[in-house]
């Protein structure tokens, strides 16, 4: 497991930051903290989604969808009934768990498909695979007190009458089960020097952010002057070598 560590400071008077095409915005009044930076088009997933729809149809994507999830749960439900009832037989039950689970990941497949199915048919006039994206989606992550949120923010316009539509779409969002203050690690001010006084003043925000990527984020004020701090860790699973 490699990681990788940053740290984004806020002298006193400054609220915001920019580093590497990322805005990092402090509100000293909440201690909010919001991260903005742009996504990439969705072109690719258009374009994958427009072809197995225009080959197979929706109605049989659809179909297909209902199919897969209930085949898993239907394999599922066997194997918890083989172990309950006869105890584990290790190839059959290898053979129930690896088949529900590429029909689970089939279905969230088809999921997508018909997702962005949905996405990209105009609002207005109706017709499929009409929205093209004006610009780059906007990512954007929140963390306050008792929650973090991530959301994705698309911006599409239909080319055969216009209409413009921005979707808002909730990629994560945690609720932390205990908001209040902690005063764990101290260290010393960047700002002032003092010794100790840079405290972290809440709970981390921990998430995983990517498939292999594991995300901390940790929230530093010093108690004697104005400065403020975070850190952000990424932890890189090595998938390769698992
Ligand atoms: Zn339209
Ligand atoms: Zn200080």
Redesign the pocket.
Not at 27 to 33: A, C, G, N
Not at 76 to 83: D, G, N, P, T
Not at 90 to 106: C, G, R, T
Not at 132 to 161: A, D, F, G, H, R
């Given at each position: 497991m490699s990681k990788d560590l940053k740290y984004i400071e806020f002298p006193a008077g400054t609220n915001k930051i920019y580093l590497d095409d990322v805005c990092y915005e402090l509100d000293r009044e909440t201690d909010t903290l919001t991260i903005c930076s742009e996504g990439n088009f969705n072109n690719f997933l258009k374009k994958r989604t427009f072809n197995l729809i225009n080959r197979f149809g929706l109605r049989t994507i659809n179909i297909l969808k209902i199919s897969a999830i209930s085949l898993s749960i239907l394999l599922f439900l066997l194997l918890f009934f083989k172990i309950f009832l006869k105890g584990a037989d290790s190839l059959l039950s290898l053979i129930l768990i690896s088949a529900s689970l590429i029909s689970f990941i089939v279905a969230s497949h088809l999921y997508e498909i018909v997702n962005y199915c949905n996405i990209f048919r105009?609002k207005?006039?109706g017709?499929d695979f009409?929205y093209e994206e004006m610009k780059k989606p906007l990512i954007k992550m929140v963390s306050t007190y008792n929650k973090y949120e991530k959301t994705i923010t698309s911006y599409m316009k239909?080319k055969?009458?216009n209409?413009e539509n921005v979707k808002v779409e909730i990629a994560h969002r945690n609720s932390k089960s205990n908001p209040k203050n902690i005063y764990k690690n101290r260290k010393t001010c960047k700002g002032c020097g003092n010794k100790f006084s840079l405290i972290e003043y809440r709970y981390p925000d921990a998430h995983l952010e990517y498939y292999n990527r594991f995300r901390t984020i940790r929230h530093y004020k010093c108690t004697d002057c104005g400065y403020m701090e975070i850190s952000i860790k990424d932890d890189y699973v090595d998938v390769n070598r698992m």
């Amino acid at each position: 497991m490699s990681k990788d560590l940053k740290y984004i400071e806020f002298p006193a008077g400054t609220n915001k930051i920019y580093l590497d095409d990322v805005c990092y915005e402090l509100d000293r009044e909440t201690d909010t903290l919001t991260i903005c930076s742009e996504g990439n088009f969705n072109n690719f997933l258009k374009k994958r989604t427009f072809n197995l729809i225009n080959r197979f149809g929706l109605r049989t994507i659809n179909i297909l969808k209902i199919s897969a999830i209930s085949l898993s749960i239907l394999l599922f439900l066997l194997l918890f009934f083989k172990i309950f009832l006869k105890g584990a037989d290790s190839l059959l039950s290898l053979i129930l768990i690896s088949a529900s689970l590429i029909s689970f990941i089939v279905a969230s497949h088809l999921y997508e498909i018909v997702n962005y199915c949905n996405i990209f048919r105009c609002k207005k006039c109706g017709q499929d695979f009409a929205y093209e994206e004006m610009k780059k989606p906007l990512i954007k992550m929140v963390s306050t007190y008792n929650k973090y949120e991530k959301t994705i923010t698309s911006y599409m316009k239909c080319k055969y009458c216009n209409n413009e539509n921005v979707k808002v779409e909730i990629a994560h969002r945690n609720s932390k089960s205990n908001p209040k203050n902690i005063y764990k690690n101290r260290k010393t001010c960047k700002g002032c020097g003092n010794k100790f006084s840079l405290i972290e003043y809440r709970y981390p925000d921990a998430h995983l952010e990517y498939y292999n990527r594991f995300r901390t984020i940790r929230h530093y004020k010093c108690t004697d002057c104005g400065y403020m701090e975070i850190s952000i860790k990424d932890d890189y699973v090595d998938v390769n070598r698992m």
